[in-house]
């Protein structure tokens, strides 16, 4: 089963994320989808996080 991470709020260089076994992720912007948004759901996939 794929983990999945739901954007909780936006800090300076990161996103923070609830991973679906309910601990806090840190996750920087470079590597999640340009046009996320809080609430937005991510998995992560070949070192990239994309929208679910």
Do not use: N, Q
């Not at 996320?36 to 929208?51: A, F, I, P, Q």
Request: charged fraction near 35%; proline fraction near 4%.
């Amino acid at each position: 089963m794929e983990k999945s991470y739901k954007i909780v709020r936006f800090e300076e260089d990161y996103a923070v994320c609830c991973s679906s076994d309910e601990r806090e992720v840190h996750i920087p912007f470079e590597i999640i989808p340009e046009d996320s948004v809080v609430g937005d759901t991510l998995v992560h996939k070949e070192g990239r996080y994309l929208k679910a």
